[in-house]
């Protein structure tokens, strides 16, 4: 999480980004861009394994006879079991989809909890000013200066463990960089001929707030929501990594990989195969922030997470 | 610029004190007994009750929490309940050690990516291939590149130790971990600057006026690349020195980051808030430094950034 904190630096888009002539193209024609389609396509395949892992068989079934080597070890891939075994004689396959599921579930919860919180705080920040603005982009700067992973554990203590633990945590750090977006979008938009004719009609603050500005961030927080969902994915895996988030005997891609870890030495197949499908769900939720990028130039500065 | 830089020290000491009240009261609502943890086997509530008064834990919270501030102020992070030494003591050898690391993996990040950003910028047939590189390794969690990496080069090839410690040998790994996380920003900041650069107006004048390749890339392109590095160096020097967790637990480098789970597992509350509290402070302070070389190398960001 090199992402860790920070204030955005100013101009910086993130890497990877497309180049804008294409993507000006793209938008034109109104066709996807190579990057969106290839992203989109690869997490509806993770999507359908994570609606369909009942089929894999039951991740918590422990088969200690047929499951392991004589000797006691983890089983390669074989027919049976087309991942292998893991070091309790669990499937992995099995295993496998409900992590994707795991994943997944987290992705879309904790993004839409995360990017709401904090578009709230960046609107109403920057639409009301004075007192409020100080109090609450003061707040931001806590929510940016906390060292993550610390913060994470701090949390988990408060809570057993559970989807609902890793949401909350996941809530409660990644709110301050969507707000700080917000606000700068909200600033801009401030003083516009929209804006301020709501209010010189006689509209409520709130009511301009909410019918007159919030559809406008809506574009920005599109693209930054597969950003957001993939640093979601990492966080979560990471905190079950270290114990913090979902505890086995649930299958979580995070436990699986310290699971793995233990068995580094005999069965790397316990880390590999996890591994791969964290990094290709968080690719494909890159790769549909990047094809956002490319069909909307003007937000290439939005960023993963502050950098 | 006086003005600019007391506002910023302003803010981010606000900010400091907020994650140090946040981390203070969150410790206290963690359920669990540090008297109980210390003392698992006693069986005598006499024996748990002598060890709370000695740990000031049967004071009501705001009293302790006076306490602990006033003596935060006076510059005292109190003593280790678990270790029975003063946290100061403890926690520096350990910042030492995630300091090494930082340092290790700053260097990694900023060779690995500017070579891969250069490379890009001046073979654009190689820019497509850096690009893929750049996606996969932003999309890997250091962790899981940490265990690939202690597979690979320590299980199967055994050039590198498997077990934990802290020497020369052993920085190797998680430094390279942090290294490959970090260059794909790298990459692209060095990638998009050189290419700007390239193909401006000024570069195109220094070509007419007949000087050497060599000193075009020195004094005129690679000096508008620092600028904006610099300041992604500084940003990445504080999170690094707030505790490289993950890195630190998956390799047992015995960091500031091991220190604060093992004393968050312990109940070890001074132990944990100094942690937090040191790492918000690298935190703050190197985006303060990052801010201002930028001005010295770039005076055109002189002006307050929005």
Known sequence: MTAEAASPAPGTAGPGAAGATAGARARRTGRWPPTLIAGSALLLFFVMIAIAAPLFGNPLHQDLLGGLTRTGLPLGISRAHPLGTDTLGRSELARLAYGIRTSLIVAIIANITSITVGATVGLLAGFFGGPLETILMRLTDVGLALPYTLAALVIAGLMTAGLTRVIVIITALFWAYPARLVYGEVLRLRHRGFVESGEAMGASGITVVRRHLAPHMFPLLVTYSPLNAASAVVFEATLSYLGAGINPPTASLGNMISDGQDALSYAPHLLLVPAAAILLITMSFLLIGEGLKARNPDLARVSWLGR | ?306
């Open chain 2, 1 to 306: 610029m006086a003005r600019t830089l007391t506002r910023r020290l302003i803010y981010g000491l606000i900010a400091v004190l907020g994650v140090a009240v946040l981390a203070f009261l969150a410790e206290f609502v963690i359920p669990g007994d540090p008297a109980r943890a210390l003392a698992p086997r006693a069986q005598s509530a006499a024996v748990l009750e002598n060890i709370r008064v000695q740990l000031h834990l049967n004071q009501p919270l705001l009293v302790q929490f006076a306490d602990y501030f006033a003596n935060l102020f006076r510059g005292n992070l109190g003593t280790s309940y678990v270790q029975r030494q003063s946290v100061a003591s403890l926690i520096l050898p350990r910042l030492v050690y995630t300091g090494w690391l930082a340092l290790a993996g700053v260097v990694a990040e900023v060779v690995i990516g500017g070579t891969l950003g250069i490379l890009a910028a001046l073979y654009p047939r190689v820019r497509a291939a850096v690009n893929s590189v750049n996606l996969t390794l932003l999309a890997m969690p250091e962790f899981v590149l940490g265990l690939l990496l202690l597979l690979i080069f320590g299980f199967r090839l055994h050039m590198a130790p498997v077990t934990g410690g802290a020497g020369p040998a052993q920085i190797v790994l998680p430094a390279l971990t942090l290294g490959l996380i970090g260059a794909p920003w790298y990459a692209q900041i060095v990638a998009d600057q050189m290419s700007d650069s390239l193909s401006s107006a000024y570069v195109r004048t220094a070509v007419a006026k007949g000087l050497t390749d060599r000193d075009i890339l020195r004094r005129h392109v690679l000096r508008n690349v620092l600028s904006p590095a610099l300041t992604m160096i500084g940003l990445d020097l504080g999170s690094y020195l707030s505790g490289v967790v993950t890195v630190e637990v998956v390799f047992g480098w015995p960091g500031i980051g091991l220190l604060a789970v093992q004393s968050l597992q312990n109940l070890d509350r001074p132990v944990v808030m100094a942690t937090v509290i040191v790492g918000a402070v690298a935190v703050v302070v190197f985006n303060l430094i990052a801010d201002l070389l930028r001005m010295y190398v770039d005076p055109r960001t002189k002006e307050e950034p929005a």
